[in-house]
């Protein structure tokens, strides 16, 4: 069953490459959605696919890439919007 989840990360999550490495890993587990930067420095992650994609995703999302500092990741289900790949907008 596929599912929707919004995914809010928070901390030093822009200008160090979260969204080309989410794309990435969301791509690399057959994840399905959008990420990008938002005016308050957080990043958002709509994410689809299976619960255990989706539980993937959130677990990279704590981490992020190397020079991260991820401060807070919050998440909720969202009704299915159908993407066909994981785009960076």
Known sequence: ?????????S????GVGFRYSAR?????????????NERDGS???EAEGSQEQIQLMIGWCQRGPARAMVES???FSAPV???TSFEIR
């Not at 596929?2 to 809010?8: N, R």
Request: charged letters at 15%.
């Open 1 to 9: 069953m596929i599912i929707h989840t919004t995914i809010s990360v």
């Open 11 to 14: 901390g030093r999550v822009q």
């Open 24 to 36: 990435q890993f969301a791509q690399s587990i057959g994840l399905k959605g959008t990420v990008r």
């Open 43 to 45: 990043v958002t992650v």
């Open 73 to 75: 990741v919050r998440y």
């Open 81 to 83: 919007e159908g993407f």
